[in-house]
Structures are given as C-alpha cells and as structure tokens.
C-alpha cells in the first residue's frame, strides 16, 4: 500500500519562505511522475507544481518563479521549496503522482501566509 507523508508546513509572514516535503513509501518512486497540490478553504484541490521522472518540471502560473519542486529518488522524497509566500498561498498541500491516477491522499501539511 503506497502512503505519502506530507510535512514542513506552518506558519509565515507574507514574503517569507517554507520547505515542504513528503516521503513516499510503498511504491517504486523513482519512476513515477510527482505533484504538489493545494487546497484551499472553500476550494478545489488545484495542482501547483510537477516533476517527472527524469527531473522535468513545471508550474502553475500562479507560483511561477516562486516555488521550486524537485525530488530525491534516494530518499523516496519529493520537496517544495516556497519563496516570497503570499496569502493567497494558504492553504493545505499534498503530494501525490501527477500524469498518472492518484495515489490514496495523505493528511497534507498545513501552511498558512499572514501578518
């Protein structure tokens, strides 16, 4: 069974910076296309950021030269690297594949941007 532990979330002031970062375990990680994702109160859970296999990234537009995604096969480890964090950033993150059918959703981890 393939389980996904999301952490390093918290509390920020806006234009301040987090690093998530979630383990997964139970699968071959190495050959799967990651994602995070958020979901804000009252929102759709919305992509933000993935990595393919070999490194390959992309982003949604609205983090774009903000957040950084990248991936440790060794480690079975996918990070989000959030810079210049914003309110509108708060919400609840998750990993999970991204181009294939998710896996079964962790927890997440809690960030939240406020003065």
């Known amino acids: 069974q393939v389980r996904l532990v999301e952490s390093g979330g918290g509390l920020v002031q806006p234009g301040g910076s987090l690093r998530l970062s979630c383990v997964a375990s139970g699968t071959i990680f ?43 096969n060794a480690k079975s480890t996918v990070y989000l690297q959030m810079n210049s964090l914003k309110p509108e950033d708060t919400a609840v993150y998750f990993c999970n594949r991204a181009w294939a059918s998710a896996y079964d959703w962790g927890q997440g981890t809690q960030v939240t941007v406020s003065s």
């Open 30 to 72: 190495s050959i799967n296309g990651m994602g995070w994702y958020r979901q804000a109160p009252g929102k759709q859970r919305e992509l933000v950021a993935r990595i393919t296999s070999g490194g390959s990234t992309n982003y949604a537009d609205s983090v774009k030269g903000r957040f950084t995604i990248s991936r440790d």
